[in-house]
């Protein structure tokens, strides 16, 4: 699979429904100690990250999306083992009741 610099909520949704069907981990990462409503987050830190398995997916926010996707070459350095996405939009165009679709 091919991963862009960024992902809309809906592609994080449809790509994390795939990926994780074929055993690939995705984790949405917060960068600015803000849990979003409805969705499952993991804090950031880099310890604790590079604990995951190799191939996994990274996709970081903050409240606007420009920080994080600044930032992107910065992850992907730290985490040459993983795949790592700036989320479009950040936590600010999170839909909390938007669901992935059943069929992709």
Request: overall charge positive; hydrophobic content about 30%; glycine content about 6%.
């Amino acid at each position: 699979m091919h991963y862009p610099n960024e992902w809309t909520q809906k592609e994080f949704l449809q790509n994390k429904k795939v990926l994780e069907k074929k055993g690939v981990q995705v984790v949405l990462i917060d960068t600015i100690l803000s849990p979003i409503d409805k969705a499952q987050t993991q804090t950031y830190n880099p310890h604790e990250l590079q604990k995951l398995p190799d191939g996994s997916v990274f996709v970081f926010y903050c409240d606007s999306g420009k920080a994080s996707l600044e930032r992107l070459q910065e992850y992907k350095t730290k985490f040459p083992r993983h795949h790592c996405i700036s989320l479009k939009g950040g936590r600010g165009y999170w839909r909390k009741n938007m669901t992935p679709p059943e069929e992709i």
